[in-house]
């Protein structure tokens, strides 16, 4: 909507089409409130229940009327099947813009005020606000009845809407009530209704460009995604019990790096949280692997499991390819090095490999131990899967180099019996020791045998 200028369209909602076919006003209806409904006159349904900008849906009653006419379904099938004609109309039909500046919350309370008075006419509002998630186009969707309200169905036609006067009557008072809510907003702009000429300005009237059928698409796509985190978004009660500190900041879920306004203590529940993070899924993949004797030809197995063919359509799939891309482009680019990609894909692997017979023994003794226990146990597990993915990398790339190369490579890493020397091992009493501090130990020990071996043999 430009400013100030309004949007306001109200028309008649007849029968016939303009292409030979016929309307129905349940499929309107349908539409407008994003819903799967039945269609008597049709004998079909008419199914919208996969809209997701649908964001407010509401039938207004005027006093008195009868249980059916607060069910959708059961009003509509009422008005298409009251109408006899080849040409009849149906029902009004009021589009109109939100201006940004209504905050959403008020948006609701716009939509029933302005609807008020056709109802005190004995109209039934089914009215509905569509906002794609980004705030690009909020706007208002109005059906109203034109008949009177019987018990049992509709009766004569309502004269106030067939009045001539009636279109300039209803844009205005939606311009009016508009800038109502935009001062109580606290906001400046001010929409008015009326064209250029009337208003005295020389501006040429833009031309509605119409609806773009691939561009359409990718803002539902957009709209959809938006919704789920906006679902998604808010922590639990579980979640502020963990992380008190980080479900009080603005960003939830954080990001894996740290802001840098967060306190110490902030920083280390953000360390804790995305090691939370990791082993939630490394249990997962536990809990989801089948038990048998396949195990132990799983174990060495890595290949990623197959997926059932999906049901989504050719063009979506392609959307959500795009939209990963996309996404993974840009956060490799705001990666710091390129070590910290390697990093994230290795760790993306190692959660993915299966489960072996050894690892899940061990998560089940842990599970019946400590959680501290079983989370050291489930970080020991990662890192083990970790070193064995990099062990496959780096036979990879060395695979793919000259013998010349490769050996010169290989002269610059040490053997494995040499990098073991330095690994601790269990001493008598527990504690870890080097494998050369136990050898100079066991050396000492004999030394004091052998002095000490005289003196047993004067005692014999």
């Keep these: 909507m430009q400013d100030g200028n309004v949007h306001c369209h109200v028309d008649n909602l007849s029968r016939q089409n303009g292409k030979g076919g016929e309307r129905i006003a349940i499929a309107t209806a349908a539409y407008n409130a ?11 349904f008419v199914d919208f229940g996969n809209r997701e900008d649908v964001i407010f849906e509401k039938i207004i009653l005027p006093k008195g009327a009868p249980p059916w006419a607060g069910r959708r379904s059961d009003l509509w099938n009422r008005v298409d099947l009251a109408a006899k004609r080849r040409d009849a109309r149906l029902a009004k039909s009021i589009e109109a813009a939100i201006t940004r500046d209504v905050p959403a919350t008020m948006r609701p309370a716009l939509l029933e005020a302005f609807v008020a008075p056709f109802v005190a006419l004995g109209c039934i509002a089914d009215v509905a606000i569509h906002e794609d998630g980004t705030e690009n186009n909020p706007h208002v969707h109005i059906l109203l009845t034109t008949r009177v309200l019987e018990l049992e169905g509709f009766g004569p036609k309502l004269t106030a809407l067939e009045q001539r006067a009636f279109v300039k009557q209803v844009r205005k008072r939606w311009a009016d009530l508009t800038n109502s809510f935009l001062e109580k907003a606290g906001s400046t702009l001010r929409v008015d209704h009326r064209s250029y000429k009337a208003r005295g ?53 954080p990001e894996p790096a740290a802001s840098p306004d967060m306190s110490p203590q902030e920083r280390e529940e953000l360390h804790r949280y995305w090691e939370d993070k990791k082993l939630d899924r490394l249990e997962a993949v536990s809990l989801a692997e089948p038990k048998g004797d396949r195990e132990a030809h799983r174990e060495h197995d890595t290949r990623a499991p197959l997926q059932e063919p999906s049901s989504t359509p050719w063009f979506e799939q392609a959307l959500d390819n795009a939209h990963r891309q996309k996404a993974e482009r840009l956060r490799s680019a705001n990666e710091p090095t390129r070590l910290a990609v390697y990093e994230s894909f290795l760790l993306e692997r190692a959660e993915r490999l299966p489960v072996s017979r050894e690892e899940q023994a061990a998560l089940d003794a842990a599970r019946e131990a400590s959680p501290e226990l079983h989370r050291l146990a489930s970080e020991l597990i990662l890192d083990e899967r970790l070193r064995v ?6 036979a990879e790339k ?16 040490p053997d494995v019996a040499d990098r073991e020397e330095d690994y601790p091992v269990p001493g008598p009493d527990g504690e870890l020791r080097s494998p050369r501090e136990l050898d100079i130990a066991y050396e000492r020990m004999l030394d004091e045998y052998l002095r000490e071996e005289p003196d047993r043999e004067q005692e014999r």
């Design 201 to 253: 300005i020389g501006a040429e009237p833009t031309q509605h460009r119409g609806p773009n059928t691939a561009e359409r698409r990718i803002k539902r796509e957009h709209a959809r995604r938006v919704r789920q985190e906006k679902i998604m978004a808010g922590p639990d009660t579980q979640d502020r019990h963990h992380y008190p500190l980080l479900t009080q900041r603005e960003t939830w879920p």
């Design 398 to 413: 060395l695979r793919r180099l000259p013998s010349e190369l490769r050996q010169k490579l290989e002269a610059i890493r």
């Design 389 to 394: 993915v990099r062990e496959r990398d780096r």
């Design 34 to 44: 994003g819903e799967r409904l039945w269609s008597e006159r049709q004998q079909r």
